[in-house]
């Protein structure tokens, strides 16, 4: 069954489809949902598509706000990720989130969901969306081992991190106009503990999978030919930015360090002014004001540091990751447009072997099977003929796929520069503004103090008096 | 009392032996001074300009590199702005020389300090090496503010050695060395013998040797933390340069965030580069509090003077109690104390009567100079802590203003470094805002 693959990307194909087939197309879902499973891999990345309704009114209409605030009109979805919990078995102890969904979307049963969910299963939705669209950018999970810093995986602040990381990744999707259309995503939003499992396993099997990645190797290998230029230039810029994203990840990780050092030594020294203030008398008031501000100054830093650390240090360390994505991403579509490539190639190869004039070989071939020579060389021809047909059929569909690959691509890059850009830009922001925050109110503690000495009757106004 | 308005060369022209008596009237005729506004510093510029780099043989006959600094002086006369100030150089060991006079000629007052010879307390930025120009130029102002702070002292603006130093070149040396100060010094071992066992000292002086120890505690830990602090600080902002070197980078690959970037680049260098003169600023309040420090010193210097003094008292009042007791015991014929006489007359036979009266007659003359060091020690205690005290009030005036300015200016500088905050932040994040 061939449908008409509508992408909103798409520059050969209609970009709209009239809303009551957009309506058949929803209630359709499930069932092309189920028969990803039972088809062969390889088409998947297809079929998917027929499942979608990015071009519905709806979707393009969040398509053109997905810039702006989350909260704007058209979104119909909201999740939030919260209350950790930590579960002890005999086996193992792990921790379960809370996966709170709000929804009027009609392919949900209800309006309200709430479940609880692991990171293995968040990390299987990951690994479905990508497999089902292997072009697409899908937003990083944070990672699975902690890399440097903490200790423990039950430490307070990384399961905090780690919950934060994950409300933005159910976000993200839940905003892709696409990947939110996932049965899996709708799975995982909505189905009971033991529901999950169950339907974890359906689906291509370990060795299906298998197969898939030792084509994707061998693709890798074989490199691709013609890569169109648009890509290439993404690549650049993909190994330009994970480069400066690195580097600003180190940077900024760096100043929390310094800053915190910071803090420890002017924690320490406020102390020795109180502790001078103790020897005097007529500059104790002032050694005591001027230990106070200190204080002052030191929580004021701590805010400070606990802002960055919460709110740029996250961002930046998601966009790394998200290099990375991307990196694998180009390498996927590589690996598309390899395949039909060397498919290809096969074609060229078969078609100069049925035109070649080899009688002596058809003879040879013939006469050993005690054939005529002119029947040989025609079975021979036949053969060849069906084998170029079949040939063609595939590299057909793969050239679909490699369209469909690339388009999706490119829509998605457009989405996703958006999104970085809005992503960086805000955090950039919040942090100029905390630290502009930061500084008025340590000149507000220092002026305070500067008023408290000038009110006073001056006495180093005429430093001629006698005593 | 001289109400003299001349130039205070009087009593000290080449000659330090001060009798108190002398001493007393230095005393009331600088309070004049004070009160007509006329110690040197009123009537002479003296600064200290320049420094410069000479190579000499030092007194190993070893080539050195040393540091000289420029004096120069002019009279505070509207007349004579336009006239170029006269000058000489001088080495900081000659500084040292100086001070070393001053403080035995003038053990009672609180002598102000001099800057580190070598650089202590420190922090990473600043090197500690000597030939280094930052810490030459401090050293500079250092010497500078002790040259104003012993013109304006009302005792010792009126030193001669004092005035030599500051005007003539040649000869200053052996001149100084001919007042003979060095033998009149207190040997070390001498003024702590009399710190262990002096009896009675002036309770006051007990406490200010206390304040001085807790003092020199408190500021040394004080400067050591902000030492760190300032260290600290330099890492935090030069670590965002390396924002405005990346951002410069990315900006080249991006489109729309180009310029927001690059703009916020700069901005993220300024800071970078607005740390430096915040610490500089901050090293000017660290030596204001270091110039106290090595005041303690000083305080410490009058305390053990003070110390000494009451402990000759003693021991010549002691002494005295002896001869009388010897007296009376030769007069009545009873022996009290044990003595080697006593036991030899007890063994050998009593003295005659000529011999009891020669030995009274030493021992009266004994008394009588014993009662007139007495007097004279008890005096000479008297005068030093009458003088050291009023010295004392002076200094703890001086400190506490100093110290309250000192503090003030801290935390003017804590503002300004804040508004620097404010400005670099702001624009940052406008640039952010174009991104």
Redesign the interface.
């Known amino acids: 069954m061939s449908r008409t693959i509508d992408a909103v990307v798409s520059p050969t194909q209609t970009n709209t489809i009239p809303a009551d087939i957009s309506g058949q197309m929803l209630d359709l879902d499930e069932d092309d949902d189920l028969e990803v499973f039972s088809k062969d891999l390889t088409l998947a990345d297809g079929n998917m598509f027929n499942a979608s309704m990015p071009t519905s009114p709806g979707s393009m209409v969040n398509q053109c706000k997905f810039e702006e605030d989350e909260e704007s009109d058209s979104k119909d979805i909201f999740i939030t990720v919260d209350n950790p919990e930590s579960h002890v078995t005999a086996i193992e102890t792990f921790i379960t989130y809370r996966v709170l969904t709000k929804t009027t979307r009609s392919e949900f049963d209800n309006s309200e969901y709430e479940v609880r969910r692991r990171y293995q299963d968040f990390l299987w939705l990951k690994g479905k969306l990508e497999d089902a669209h292997s072009t697409l950018i899908v937003h990083p999970l944070p990672e699975k081992f902690v890399v440097k810093g903490m200790v423990e995986r039950f430490n307070g602040d990384f399961i905090e991190t780690r919950r934060k990381a994950l409300h933005k990744f159910l976000n993200r999707v839940a905003d892709h106009p696409i990947l939110s259309c996932s049965e899996d995503f709708k799975v995982f939003l909505s189905a009971q503990a033991w529901e999950l499992t169950t339907y974890k396993k359906q689906g291509p099997g370990f060795l299906s999978r298998m197969g898939e990645t030792v084509r994707a190797v061998a693709n890798s290998v074989r490199g691709v030919k013609n890569r169109p230029e648009e890509f290439t230039a993404i690549q650049e ?1 993909v190994e ?2 994970s480069n ?1 994203i690195g ?2 990840d180190k ?1 900024t990780q ?2 929390v360090k ?2 915190k ?2 803090l ?3 924690k ?2 406020g102390p ?2 109180t ?2 203030s ?2 005097e008398e ?2 104790a008031e ?2 005591k004001g ?1 230990a106070g ?1 200190i204080e002052r100054c030191c929580k004021e830093t701590e805010e400070q540091v606990g802002h960055l650390s919460d709110t740029l240090v996250p961002v930046l360390h998601e966009y790394v990751l998200c290099a990375e994505t991307l990196k694998a991403v180009l390498r996927r579509r590589d690996n598309i447009q390899a395949e039909f490539e060397a498919k290809n190639e096969a074609l060229a190869t078969k078609k100069v072997d049925r035109d070649a004039e080899s009688s002596d070989l058809g003879f040879v071939w013939g006469s050993l099977l005690g054939k005529n020579p002119e029947e040989a060389r025609h079975q021979r021809q036949e053969r060849l003929d069906g084998e170029i047909e079949e040939l063609k059929e595939e590299i057909d569909k793969l050239e679909d796929r490699v369209e469909w690959a690339n388009n999706a691509l490119k829509g998605d890059w457009g989405r996703w520069q958006r999104s970085m ?1 809005g992503d ?2 805000s955090a ?2 919040s942090t ?2 905390k ?2 925050d ?3 109110k ?2 507000a503690v ?2 305070t ?2 008023l408290s ?1 000038r009110t006073e009757p001056s ?2 106004t005429d ?2 008096n ?2 | 009392m001289m109400a003299d308005s001349g130039p205070k060369e009087v009593a000290v022209i080449g000659n330090t032996e001060l009798t108190s008596a002398e001493l007393d009237n230095n005393i009331i005729n600088t309070m004049v001074e ?2 007509k ?1 006329t110690s040197l510093l009123r009537k002479m510029e003296i600064s200290v300009a320049e420094a410069e780099k000479r190579t000499g043989k030092n007194t190993v006959n070893m080539q050195e590199i040393y540091t000289v600094y420029l004096i120069e002086t002019r009279p505070v006369d509207a007349l004579t702005e336009g006239i170029t100030p006269d000058s000489l150089w001088r080495r900081y060991s000659e500084f040292e020389l100086l001070r070393n006079y001053l403080l035995v000629t003038y053990p009672f007052v609180v002598v102000a300090p001099l800057p580190e010879k070598r650089a202590e307390i420190v922090w990473h930025k600043l090197s500690a090496d000597n030939m280094d120009p930052d810490f030459v130029e401090r050293r500079r102002v250092g010497l500078e503010n002790f040259l104003h702070r012993v013109a304006s002292h009302p005792v010792l603006c009126n030193d001669n050695i004092f005035y030599i130093f500051l005007t003539e070149d040649k000869d200053w040396k052996e001149m100084v060395y001919e007042t003979g100060f060095q033998a009149k010094a207190d040997s070390r071992l001498k003024a702590v013998n009399a710190a262990f066992r002096v009896k009675n000292p002036d309770g006051r002086f007990t406490e200010l040797k206390h ?1 001085s120890d ?2 020199q505690t ?2 040394s ?2 400067l050591r ?2 030492a ?2 300032a ?3 330099y ?2 902002y030069k ?2 340069g ?2 405005g070197r ?1 951002f410069s ?2 900006s080249a ?1 991006e489109k ?2 180009g310029d ?1 970037l690059q703009s ?1 680049g700069h901005h993220m260098d300024a800071y970078a580069a607005s740390v430096d003169d915040i610490l500089e600023e901050e090293e000017h309040y660290a030596d204001q509090l270091k110039e106290y420090l090595f005041y303690t010193d000083a305080l410490r210097a009058v305390c053990r003077k003070h110390e000494l003094t009451q402990f000759e008292l003693e021991m010549v009042a002691l002494d005295l109690a002896c001869k009388k007791q010897q007296k009376e015991e030769l007069v009545t014929g009873t022996v009290r104390t044990f003595s080697l006489k006593g036991m030899t007359s007890k063994l050998f036979g009593q003295e005659t009567a000529e011999q009891r009266e020669a030995k009274l007659q030493v021992l009266e003359q004994q008394l009588k100079e014993g009662e007139e060091a007495v007097k004279e020690k008890n005096t000479e205690t008297d005068e030093f802590v009458k003088t050291a005290w009023v010295d004392i ?2 200094f703890k ?1 001086q400190k ?2 100093d ?3 000192a ?2 200016s ?3 500088m ?2 300004s470094m ?2 620097k ?2 400005q670099v ?2 624009n ?2 406008e640039c ?2 174009k ?1």
Request: glycine share 4%.
């Open positions: 810029y330009d930015f400066k580097s600003l940077v760096r100043i310094e800053q050092e910071y420890e030594e002017l320490e020294y020795t002014y502790l001078w103790g020897s007529e500059l002032q050694l001027v501000c850009r960086l830009k950039f922001l100029a503004e630290n502009v930061y500084y008025e340590c000149l220092w002026e103090f500067l000495q006495e180093e430093r001629d006698t005593p | 004070i009160e506004g304040y807790e003092l408190v500021l830990q004080l933390v902000r760190r602090v260290d600290r600080l890492g935090v670590v965002h390396n924002y990346v980078e990315w690959i729309e965030m927001g916020a009030e002076r005036d506490d203003r110290l309250k300015e503090l003030i801290y935390a003017v804590q503002i804040c508004k905050g404010i932040w702001t940052a994040k952010f805002n991104m």
